[in-house]
Nanobody, 126 residues
């Protein structure tokens, strides 16, 4: 099972930007990847995903136009660029890897994912 480690979370002001990284312990170029988040007292929420090739991305409406997912398969790393941050973006952010290979995309079903990171805290202050 691949190990995933997120980084880049911190305290940022409203309207600011952050880039989260998620590094894998082994090659993940054949797996779609996704970002999830969990705010205090709420269920884990799907944020978006990127296909194994990087050619297809999907975002939930609340982050569309503000967040961008990208990947560097040579570095076994996936990124989440977050712009125009809002207080409601405050959460622990997790990356996850599709349990299957070569799928164009994965959606909001957590059972599709076989590996999860430990999370990184993002706090947006007003």
């Amino acid at each position: 099972q691949v190990q995933l480690v997120e980084s880049g979370g911190e305290l940022v002001q409203v309207g600011g930007s952050l880039r989260l990284s998620c590094a894998a312990s082994e090659r993940i170029s054949e797996h779609a990847l996704a970002w999830w988040r969990q705010a205090p007292g709420k269920e884990r929420e799907f944020v978006g995903s990127i296909s194994w090739s990087g050619g297809t991305t999907y975002y939930v409406d609340s982050v569309k136009g503000r967040f961008t997912i990208s990947r560097d398969n040579a570095k076994n790393t996936v990124y989440l660029q977050m712009n125009s941050l809002k207080p409601e973006d405050t959460a622990v952010y997790y990356c996850a890897a599709d349990r299957l290979t070569f799928r164009a995309g994965v959606g909001p079903d957590p059972n599709q994912f076989g590996s999860w990171g430990q999370g990184t805290q993002v706090t947006v202050s007003s």
